[in-house]
C-alpha cells in the first residue's frame, strides 16, 4: 500500500478538483459544481480558514488521489439535524467526507487506507472531539 500524506485544498488545485467532480463515481454522490466560479465559492472560504471545515488533497506517495475534509458536526446545524433525526449524534462529533477522483483507482483498498490515514490525522488535529461520524448512502 502506498504512504498516504495530506496538503491542504490550494487554488491551484481546483483544476483537479474540477476535473474530478466530473467522474461519473464522484458526480453521483458529490453533487459540487466543478465550474471554477462555483469552486470558488464552494471552496475559497475553506483555504482562507473563514469557514470551519478543513479539506485537502489525499497523497498516495506524492500523487493527488483523492478529496478529504473534517468538520464538526455542530458548526453545520441543519446538517447535523438531519443526522439527529436518524442516529444519535453526540456532542462534539466530527464528520469525514471523502472521495478518490480517478476511476482506475477504486476497489484496491486506497479508499479504506486514506480514511484510515485521515481520521488518524484527525484525532490528532481534533483530540477533543467525542467521535467522528462518517455518514454515508447505503448504495455508496
Do not use: K
Not at 487554488?11 to 462555483?38: E, K, N, Y
Not at 438531519?82 to 444519535?88: K, M, V, Y
Not at 462534539?92 to 477504486?106: H, K, Q, V
Amino acid at each position: 500500500m502506498p504512504r498516504i500524506s495530506f496538503r491542504p485544498l490550494a487554488r491551484a488545485d481546483f483544476s483537479l478538483l474540477g476535473r474530478w467532480l466530473r467522474q461519473p463515481h464522484v458526480a453521483r454522490w458529490w453533487a459540487d459544481d466543478p465550474s471554477p466560479t462555483a469552486l470558488e465559492q464552494d471552496y475559497g472560504a475553506c483555504i482562507d480558514g473563514r469557514e470551519p471545515a478543513h479539506v485537502f488533497i489525499a497523497l498516495a506517495d506524492s500523487a493527488p488521489v483523492g478529496l478529504v475534509h473534517r468538520y464538526r458536526l455542530a458548526a453545520y446545524p441543519e446538517y447535523l439535524a438531519e443526522l439527529a433525526a436518524l442516529i444519535d449524534v453526540p456532542a462534539r462529533a466530527s464528520s469525514i467526507d471523502f472521495f478518490l477522483g480517478e476511476p482506475t483507482l477504486l476497489r484496491q483498498g486506497l479508499g479504506s487506507a486514506m480514511l484510515r490515514a485521515f481520521a488518524d490525522a484527525s484525532w490528532r488535529a481534533d483530540p477533543d472531539a467525542s467521535c467522528i461520524l462518517v455518514p454515508t448512502h447505503a448504495d455508496n
